[in-house]
Nanobody, 121 residues
Framework: QVQLGESGGGLVQAGGSLRLSCVASGRVFSIYTMGWFRQAPGKEREFVAA????????YYADSGKGRFAISRDSAKSTVYLQMNSLKPEDTAVYYCAASTQMSTMGPYEYWGQGTQVTVSS
């Protein structure tokens, strides 16, 4: 089993920045891919970014390209999502997820509890 815990959400004005963190614990060695997803009220959950744990290769949804950056600190078993130039449409609950497959499409077997990001205009 893998446990994931997100932090770093909050309220920020449009144009501001936030950095989300996700700490993994448990069978961390089984993780191949870490991803960030988000779900806005009334909308389906959507992919934001992913990183291959060992290679460090990064992948982004179009919505975040040029503004978001995913990274990981293997020593701390932590993945980050740096979000810059935030827009009101980025408002959502952001979830960290882990997959035992080397695939940004998952399946993602493990999920965190989510952290709220609210961007005011």
């Amino acid at each position: 089993q893998v446990q994931l815990g997100e932090s770093g959400g909050g309220l920020v004005q449009a144009g501001g920045s936030l950095r989300l963190s996700c700490v993994a614990s448990g069978r961390v060695f089984s993780i191949y891919t870490m991803g960030w997803f988000r779900q806005a009220p009334g909308k389906e959950r959507e992919f934001v970014a992913a990183i291959y744990w060992s290679r460090g290769s990064r992948y982004y949804a179009d919505s975040g390209k040029g503004r978001f950056a995913i990274s990981r600190d293997s020593a701390k078993s932590t993945v980050y999502l740096q979000m810059n130039s935030l827009k009101p449409e980025d408002t959502a609950v952001y979830y960290c997820a882990a997959s035992t497959q080397m695939s940004t499409m998952g399946p993602y077997e493990y999920w965190g509890q989510g952290t709220q990001v609210t961007v005011s205009s």
